[in-house]
C-alpha cells in the first residue's frame, strides 16, 4: 500500500499537466471552463491539436497512434485533460468506434478508417438505440438485408447524439430475424451522405439540439463496411460498451463543476446549509476518485476490477447533484434562460437550469443506473 | 501508487482471521462471550499477544514490533468482520498510543511491553457527561499537584472496558489549561477510582468512572499541553475505527447477500426480486466507496503529516458514518424479522456500527468540522 505516484507516474502527469495548460489553444479551454457550449469547429481542432500530439488515441493499438500506456497513465492523462478544460476526444471516434475496428475490423477497413477517425476527419455517429430498443438493446428492428454486395438498410434509430454533425454512422443492424435476438445483428459503417439516411432533429427539455433520430430508406450499404462477422454483431457491442475502466466516472469535470460553483457562490457560501451540501459532494467526489484509482491500478488483464461498476452509478448522480446545488445557488436568477447577454444576472447562474435538465441524461445513458444496478446484483453480489 | 497488501500483509491478515474464524465463526460463542464478564475472552486475547498483534503499533524498543497503519488497520478490519468484542481499538491502538506519544521512556517500556504481552488491559477515561464532544477538551475533570503527587476529579463516562482496564489513561485539564494525560489505576500510587461496569448495547463493555482526588502519574512531562497529541491520536484511532467499522459492513454484505439466494418466500428465492436486488447492489456501492476512502485514510496516516492526518479522519469518518448507518439499516430490512433477533448476527452487527459511529465522533461532527475550511482549497486532490 502507497499513496503516493511513483517518480514516473508524477513525472507523467505533470508532462501532461504542462502540455493542457500552457500549449492547448485557450480559448477552447475558456469555452470549456465557463460552461459555454463548444462548436462543431472547436470539437475538431481540439482533437486534432491532441492527435498531432499523440494524445488523441492513447489507448489504440500502438501502429494506430496508441502510446502503451498503463491503466493509471491514461486515466492521469484523461483527469489532467478535464482539469484543464481541454475538451476529450470526440467519444465515438476515439472510445467507440476506433477500438472496435481495431479490434475486429478489416485491415483494409483499419487502414481507410482509423487515421481519419483518430484526426476526427470522420465525425462518426452511434446508431444503436432504437424507440422500442433502449436498455433492452438486443430487440432492435433497423433490418439490413442482403442484395448481391451491398447490404440493403431500413429502419430507425434515435438519440444520436451530435448527429448532426456525422460523416458515418456505426450502426446495429439485424441480419438475421430468424434466430435468437442476440444472434442475428450484425454492425455496420454507413456513409450518412447516402440517399435514404435521414437526421431529424430531436428537441429537449435545455431547449438544446443535441441528439437526433437517423432515418434508413433503402440505403445501400457496399457489403465490405460490416464489421467482423455477419450476425456477430452483438459481441462487438458487448466489447464496445463494456471494455471501458477509464473515465467511467465523471470525475475531473464534476470537480471542476464544484470548483468553478463555490467560486460563483459567493457569500452563499456563507449559509451552513450550503457549506454543508457542498462538503458531502467533495467527499463523495473524493471516495469516488478513490475508488477510479483503485480500479485503474488493479485491473489485471482484460477483467476489470469489480469496483468500476460504482464508478458510472456514482459518477453520474454526483454529476447531477452539482448541477442540482447550482440553480439553487442561482436561485431566480436561475430561471433567466433565455436572456440575452445584456442581462444583469451572471452567465453561470442563466446556464445553471438547462444544464441541470440536460445532466438528467447521465443517468440514463451508457447503460442506465438501473442497469448498472443489475450488473452489481447479478455479476458481482450473484444475486 | 499501490492500494494491495504486500506478502507480509497478506500472511498477517490470513493468521489473524484464521485465529479469529475459529473463535468466532460460530456467531453464538461472541454472544456466550458478551454474556459474561468481562466481555470478552482472556484466552484469546493472550493468543493475540502470542501472534504479536497487540503489539503491532509499539516501536520495537518499547516492546513492540513497530508495524505501520495498514497492519494495524488489517487487524481491525479482522476484528470487525466477526465482531469481536476484544478491547483491541481503545485498549491497544488508542489507549496504548496516548502512552507512546506522551509517555517517558520507562513509562513506554513498562507499560506497552506489559500490554504487547498480553499482560496489561488499558482503556482510555475521556467522554464526560457534560461539556462538548469529540474533542480534545477534559473541562469536567481536572489535575492538581500537592507535592510531587498527582491527583483528578471529575467524572468520564462511558469509559470503554473501563470495569476490567488494569490501568486507564485519564485526560485532565492541567493547573495553567490545556489538557494533560495521565495513569490511574492498579499501577498508581493510592486509591483506586469509583469504577462502575455496565453492557453496552453491541453487547461491549463500559463503565462509568468517578475519580475524587484520585492519585495519578502523569505521562511524561505533566507541564505539557497534550492537546495536540491526543488530537492526532483520536484522529489515528477514527481511521482505525473505521477500518473496524469496514469489516463489520462487509460481512453485513455478505450475510445479506446469502439470505437473499437462500431464504425462499412466494414459492421462489428472495434474489428474485429486483426490489431486494437493487437495495443490495445500493449497498454494494457504498461499501466500495467507503473502502477507497478508509485505504486512503489509512496510508495517509503513514505519510506522518499531522494536518493532512486530521482531514483525512475526518473525511473518512464522514463517509464511514455515512455507509455504515445505510448498510447497517438495509441488511436488517432485507432479512427482515430475523435479523430482529440477538441470536443472529446481523442486528447485533448494526449494533456494534452504532457505537463505532459514536465514539469519537459522527457524521454530522465531521461534516461541521470540513465545513469551516470548505473555502480554503478550489478542489480536493486525492494525490495531493
Known sequence: ?383 | MDFTYDDEQQALREAVRGLLTKQYGDYEVRRRTTATEPGFDEDLWRRLAEMGVLGLPFAESDGGVGAGPVEIGIVCRELGRVLAPEPYLTGVVLAGGLVSAAGSPEQRAEVLGAVAAGERVLAVAHDEPEGPRWTTAAPGTTATQEGDRWLLTGTKDPVLHGARADQVVVTATLPDGGTGLFLVGANSDGDAPDRTGYATYDGGRAARIVLDGTPAVPLGDPTTDRSGTLATMLDLTRVMAANQALGVMQAQLAATTSYLTSRKQFGVTLNHFQALTFRAADMYVSLELTHSIVDWATMTIATGDRDALADAAARCALQTSRASRHIGQEAIQLHGGIAMTAEYSVGTATAHLTVLDHLFGDGDHHLRALAEGVTDHDTLEALG
Not at chain 1, 9 to 35: H, N, Y
Not at chain 1, 246 to 270: C, E, F, S, W, Y
Request: hydrophobic content about 40%; glycine content about 10%.
Open chain 1, 1 to 383: 500500500m502507497q499513496l503516493e505516484l511513483s517518480p514516473e507516474d508524477a513525472a507523467f502527469r505533470e508532462e501532461m499537466r504542462t502540455f493542457f495548460t500552457t500549449e492547448f489553444p485557450q480559448e477552447i479551454r475558456d469555452t470549456v471552463l465557463e460552461g459555454r457550449h463548444l462548436t462543431r469547429d472547436q470539437i475538431v481542432e481540439s482533437q486534432r491539436v491532441l492527435n498531432k500530439a499523440g494524445l488523441a488515441v492513447p489507448h489504440w493499438p500502438q501502429e494506430w497512434g496508441g502510446r502503451g500506456w498503463t491503466d493509471l497513465q491514461r486515466h492521469l492523462w484523461h483527469e489532467e485533460m478535464q482539469r484543464a478544460g481541454v475538451p476529450v476526444p470526440l467519444a465515438f471516434n476515439a472510445s467507440m468506434i476506433g477500438p472496435v475496428l481495431a479490434q475486429f475490423g478489416t485491415q483494409e477497413q483499419k487502414e481507410r478508417f482509423l487515421p481519419a477517425t483518430a484526426n476526427l476527419d470522420i465525425w462518426w455517429s452511434q446508431g444503436f438505440s432504437e424507440p422500442d430498443a433502449g436498455s433492452d438493446l438486443a430487440s432492435l428492428r433497423t433490418t439490413a438485408v442482403r442484395d448481391g454486395d451491398d447490404w440493403v438498410v431500413n429502419g430507425q434509430k434515435t438519440w444520436t447524439t451530435l448527429g448532426q454533425h456525422g460523416d458515418w454512422i456505426f450502426t446495429l443492424v439485424r441480419t438475421d430475424p430468424e434466430v435468437k435476438k442476440q444472434a442475428g445483428i450484425s454492425m455496420l459503417l454507413i456513409d450518412m451522405t447516402l440517399p435514404g439516411v435521414e437526421v431529424r432533429p430531436i428537441e429537449l427539455i435545455d431547449g438544446g439540439h443535441e441528439v437526433n433520430e437517423v432515418w434508413f430508406t433503402d440505403v445501400r450499404v457496399p457489403g465490405d463496411l460490416l464489421v467482423g462477422e455477419v450476425n456477430g454483431g452483438w459481441t462487438i457491442a458487448k466489447f464496445l460498451l463494456g471494455n471501458e475502466r477509464v473515465g467511467v466516472a465523471p470525475v475531473g469535470i464534476t470537480k471542476r463543476a464544484l470548483a468553478t460553483l463555490k467560486d460563483n457562490a459567493g457569500d452563499r457560501l456563507d449559509d451552513p446549509l450550503v457549506r454543508a451540501r457542498v462538503v458531502e459532494l467533495e467527499n463523495q467526489l473524493l471516495a469516488l476518485e478513490l475508488t477510479a484509482l483503485r480500479v485503474v491500478a488493479h485491473s489485471a488483464g482484460g477483467e476489470p476490477h469489480p469496483a468500476s461498476s460504482v464508478l458510472k452509478l456514482t459518477g453520474t448522480e454526483l454529476q447531477q447533484a452539482v448541477s442540482e446545488l447550482a440553480v439553487d445557488l442561482a436561485g431566480p436568477a436561475s430561471i433567466a434562460s433565455g436572456a440575452d447577454e445584456d442581462s444583469p444576472l451572471p452567465g453561470w447562474a442563466r446556464r445553471s437550469a438547462p444544464t441541470y435538465l440536460n445532466l438528467r441524461k447521465a443517468s440514463i445513458y451508457g447503460g442506465s443506473n438501473e442497469i448498472q444496478r443489475q450488473i452489481i446484483a447479478r455479476s458481482i453480489l450473484g444475486l
